[in-house]
């Protein structure tokens, strides 16, 4: 069964960094794309940034020039580096898997916090 186990969320001041990292347990069959989401109190899950197999880029116009996202095939993980943060990325952060078929795969999320 596959598994999405983030990690690295936290509090952190405005313009301070935080990395996220996204473990994938298990064989994914018609991986298509790793990406993440966030979804602030109130609002809907909107998409962050997304890492296309193949290795294509797309950021959220919010966070391109801040965030950065990257996959490591060796060890099954995706990253997203998020610099120069701003209170209004306060939210839950979700991993997200895509197949060519299938639902989406979703992490349990991890609450990350910028104090103003």
């Known amino acids: 069964q596959v598994q999405l186990v983030e990690s690295g969320g936290g509090l952190v001041q405005a313009g301070g960094s935080l990395r996220l990292s996204c473990v994938v347990s298990?064989?994914?069959?018609?991986?298509?794309?790793m990406g993440w989401y966030r979804q602030a109190p109130g609002k809907q899950r909107d998409l962050v940034a997304v890492i296309i197999i193949g290795g294509s880029t797309n950021y959220a116009d919010s966070v391109k020039g801040r965030f950065t996202i990257s996959r490591d095939t060796s060890k099954n993980t995706v990253s997203l580096q998020m610099n120069s943060l701003k209170p209004e990325d306060t939210a839950i952060y979700y991993c997200?898997?895509?197949?060519?078929?299938?639902?989406?795969?979703w992490g349990q999320g991890t609450q990350v916090t910028v104090s103003s």
């Open positions: 997200n898997v895509r197949r060519l078929s299938g639902t989406p795969l």
């Open positions: 298990g064989t994914i069959f018609g991986l298509n794309a």
